[in-house]
């Protein structure tokens, strides 16, 4: 049902994956000329795909808690998966093949992927101020606060290795390496260490002075 569905979590990971690789590089030092002549799109489509990473799992839960109340089937979730299967190629089933509501195991994973999520919309604003500002803003942070670039490509790269720890440990519970409950708690340790370790050592040797910018910057 909804995001847990095997294709759409191939299909979120990917997502996911793809926008953080974007944002790292387009924020880096090693940002190539022609990326930054697509920032009337991608920005748009990063930050689509950062909010989905919330709304997927948030809308999942939310119709497996209230698919009696409200009588609708968990609409929102069948659409997900249906999309998921044909965009991933996978085989397309019924609408009655397509459960209403969650297992315990896929209740669990749905809450691991919410605080995944979370974290994904951290970087809406910044993917938003790309879309609007463009190259220019990003320039004019940079001359203000000269080691933004580093904090922000440093977040965005240990994002996307923290997706890809959470789908290693997706795919070992498929294998039966270790129950699901074990691994979701695992994966969700080492995405909050992916991402708050970095964020904290980037923090400490960066943040002198105006050398850095916590959401100042969005309205430079």
């Not at 500002?133 to 933004?148: E, F, S």
Request: aromatic fraction near 14%.
């Amino acid at each position: 049902m909804g995001v847990v569905d095997d294709a759409a979590l191939t299909l979120y990971a990917g997502l996911y994956s793809a926008a953080a690789c974007w944002l790292a590089l387009r924020t880096s030092t090693f940002c190539p000329f022609w990326l930054t002549k697509l920032d009337l799109v991608l920005p748009w489509v990063a930050a689509g795909v950062f909010s989905y990473s919330f709304l997927a799992p948030a809308v999942t839960l939310h119709e497996h808690y209230n698919h009696h109340q409200t009588g609708n089937g968990a609409m929102v979730s069948r659409s997900i998966v249906t999309v998921s299967r044909l965009m991933t190629q996978q085989t397309t089933y019924g609408n009655d093949s397509t459960p209403t509501a969650l297992s315990q195991t896929e209740l669990f994973r749905s809450k691991g992927l919410v605080f995944i999520g979370i974290l994904g919309c951290v970087f809406v604003p910044a993917c938003l101020a790309f879309a609007i500002k463009g190259d220019a803003w990003w320039q004019d942070v940079l001359v203000n606060h000269p080691k933004q670039n580093l904090l922000e490509s440093t977040d965005a790269l240990f994002a996307l290795f923290a997706t890809e720890a959470s789908m290693v440990c997706t795919r070992a519970a498929n294998a039966g390496v270790a129950p699901y409950r074990k691994a979701v708690l695992f994966f969700a340790g080492v995405c909050l260490v992916l991402a708050l370790v970095p964020c904290a050592c980037s923090l400490f040797w960066l943040g002198s002075g105006d050398d850095i910018s916590f959401f100042s910057f969005y309205n430079e």
